[in-house]
């Protein structure tokens, strides 16, 4: 089960506003963790690499997990309230989602590396959704996202607080207001 710790995740499909409120967390000057799967995308490209969603999933799922690892140790060095966009259990359902095989050590991980009881996870919106050049998943897509990360969240016990569909400051405001800060 998990604990109290102070660690709290954001998670969902992607386009679901996640980024933008971890951004306005850090601009009110709480501690924030990134997420990985932009800047190994952004990275993949730069080198050549083939660790990218649309080419080697599973090296792309490896990346992510020693990405996820690596911010939650340094989360362990912060006082206070840290917030993650995304976290370790993200790449379980990745590889889910996806169809890939899932290797031992991902399930070992997910449930070793803990975060705060209560997950945020934020719904599908479709109203805000927009593509990019590194998000290229379809609405459809990351609407099924959304659905298996709250599925492996629950299974890993957390308990799930959906985002409201509101503006990013209410949603801060409800953020903030959930965990007492």
């Known amino acids: 089960m998990a604990s109290g710790n102070g660690k709290y995740v954001i998670t969902g499909g992607p386009g679901s506003g996640k980024s933008s409120l971890i951004a306005a967390l850090a601009a009110q000057g709480l501690p924030t963790i990134a997420e990985g799967g932009r800047a190994i995308i952004r990275d993949q490209l730069a080198i050549g690499g083939t660790a990218l969603p649309w080419a080697d999933r599973s090296a792309f799922a490896a990346q992510m997990l020693g990405w996820e690892m690596r911010s939650h140790h340094m989360a362990d060095a912060i006082e206070g309230p840290v917030f993650f966009d995304r976290g370790v259990p993200d790449v379980l359902g990745y590889l889910r989602l996806t169809g890939e095989p899932v290797p031992l050590h ?47 969240y629950a299974e890993l016990g957390y308990t799930l607080v959906p985002l409201p569909l509101a503006p990013l400051e209410d949603r801060v405001r409800f953020v903030r207001m959930t965990i007492g800060i």
């Open 106 to 152: 991902v399930e070992t991980a997910a449930r070793h590396f803990r975060y705060d009881q209560r997950i945020f996870i934020a719904p599908w919106w479709p109203d805000i959704y927009a593509g990019d050049a590194e998000r290229k998943q379809s609405p459809e897509e990351a609407e099924a996202t959304f659905r298996m990360m709250a599925s492996v």
